[in-house]
Every structure is written in C-alpha cells, then in structure tokens.
C-alpha cells in the first residue's frame, strides 16, 4: 500500500507540473490535447494526477512546452517514481512472462553482453525498424498491437539507457546492418541510432567481419547479465520462438561464457567496427538518395 501510495502522490506532483508548464506558456487543454493524440478530459486526468501517465506523453508534452533541461529532469524524476513499480507491466497485455523477468533482470543488472547474429537487439532499435521487426514475427497482429510492442520497446531502452548501470555490450554479426529491415530510410535511421549509441560511452558495440576467419559462433542470440555482488548470480537468458530458457547453473553458465568471450576476442575493435557500421549506412544512404532523387 505505502508504494501505491507513493505512486499517487508522484501521479499528482507530475500532472501538477504539467498543468503548470502549460499555464505559464498560456496554452489551453484543448490546445495541448493533439499533442498527446487525446482528448480534453484525457490531458485534464492526468493533470490531477488521476491518470496514470504514459511516460510517452509526458515527452511529448514537455518538447511541445520547450522545457529547459531543469524542468525536464525534474519531470523525468517524478515519472520514473510514477512508473517505479514494475513499469512494464501497463504493457502487459503484450509482454510475455518469460520477457518480463529479463526486463525486471536488465533493470537490477551491472553489466549486460548480448551477441545478436540477425538483427539489431531490441534494447537498441529505432522505433520504425522495431515496428518492421514487430510485423514481420507477429503477421497476425492489428496496429494496435504492433504499437503496444513497440511502445515497450521503446520505453525498456529509455529506461535503460538514461541510468548510469547497466552497461552494455553488443556483439553483432556484420550481417545484421546490411539485412535490410523495412527501407533504406529504416536503415539508415538505425545504423545512425548505433553510432550514437556508441558515442555515450554506455554501450560498446562490436562487429564480426565476415570477412574475417574465426571459429564457429552460436547460431541463436544470447544476452548475458552479470549483477553487483551480492545482489543475484550471473544469468544467460537464451530467447526461442515460444519462450525462453533462464540459464543459472555453473557449468552451462560455463558453456554460454566462454562463447561470449570467443566472440568478442574475434569481433573487431570499437574503432573499427564503426568503420563497418558506417560502410554500411553509406550504402543505405545511397540508396535512399537514388528512390528520392
């Protein structure tokens, strides 16, 4: 009870910021309701805290208001205690169990690897290359759905990547930014989100040539998390087509270890695995200039 309570409060403190950014811009609820694809009552819930706000909307409002950076922290402090209590779980609807003990994993963890040999993680996808990802494996899923998921998405990389833990390594096969996922804008949008997500220093991403001779890598993606001490063991969470498998014990951790390690020993360095990733966004880029032009 003392969480939900502490829950509503943050509720209330963040609509009352909201209300007030509004009122100082001189803005009507009408007129901020589009930002937020709502209605007037929708943005009237959420400034009396009676709404639980979606921590999209709260963005798309504070832009739409031009809060300086102050403001923004303050209100991305107060959505973080809003949200605080297993976030994922508005998603539920679309968040199977298996996945939403990684996501409560990711969010206890120091450090996390994930080797990918097909597409970009999800943990780092633009929104448009999730959304070609979320359609191609859920054929059968309305617009509804597909937005749910990628709204998930989405919000799991925010929310990972705006805390200083965990930190990340990728290590991906150099087929996966050449595989085209939607159009060349798509991709070129996503190797761009690489790059930048390579120069916060929070995520190290490295590249397997193909063109480079190395022994035989594992034929499924696996993300390996290793937690501060004393707080869980190590886990390898190995994903399949319907679920996915929690690896703990010593021996099989063993296993998925050392394949981790022999990949990143003959994956290419930061420097030049951002040569290949921006090899190949020329290439895309080149394409997208020839269907425009």
């Not at 609509?15 to 811009?25: D, K, T």
């Not at 943990?123 to 979320?134: F, K």
Request: hydrophobic letters at 40%.
């Amino acid at each position: 009870m003392g969480g939900d309570r502490a829950r509503a409060a943050a509720d209330r403190l963040l609509g009352r910021e909201l209300r007030r950014c509004r009122e100082a811009r001189g803005l009507t609820l009408r007129q901020v309701a589009p930002v937020i694809r709502g209605s007037v009552s929708k943005i009237s819930r959420m400034e009396r805290g009676e709404s639980p706000p979606r921590p999209r909307d709260v963005r798309d409002l504070a832009r739409y208001y031009g809060v300086d950076a102050e403001e923004m922290r303050a209100m991305e402090r107060l959505l973080e205690h809003a949200r605080d209590s297993e976030w994922y779980e508005q998603f539920s609807d679309v968040t199977p169990d298996f996945l939403k003990r990684l996501i409560q994993l990711e969010g206890d963890a120091e450090e996390i690897c994930v080797y990918e040999n097909l597409v970009v993680p999800g943990i780092l996808q633009t929104r448009a290359y999730a959304r070609h990802m979320v359609r191609a494996v859920m054929p059968g899923a309305g617009e509804e759905e597909v937005d749910r998921v990628v709204e998930l998405r989405a919000e799991r990389q925010l929310r990972l990547m705006n805390r200083p833990l965990p930190r990340v390594t990728a290590l991906l096969e150099e087929g996966v930014l050449h595989r085209r996922c939607g159009n060349a804008a798509v991709m070129d949008e996503q190797l761009t989100h690489l790059l930048r997500a390579g120069e916060t220093g929070k995520v190290s991403i490295r590249i397997l040539p193909m063109a480079r001779a190395y022994g035989a890598t594992p034929p499924y993606p696996i993300t390996h998390l290793r937690f501060r001490d004393g707080e869980h063991a190590e886990v390898a969470y190995v994903e399949h087509i319907n679920g996915a498998n929690y690896v703990t014990r010593p021996r099989a951790l063993d296993d998925y270890r050392t394949a981790l390690t022999n990949v990143r020993n003959a994956a290419a360095t930061v420097d030049e695995s951002t040569g290949l990733i921006r090899t190949a966004q020329r290439q895309f880029s080149a394409g997208e200039l020839r269907v425009t032009a």
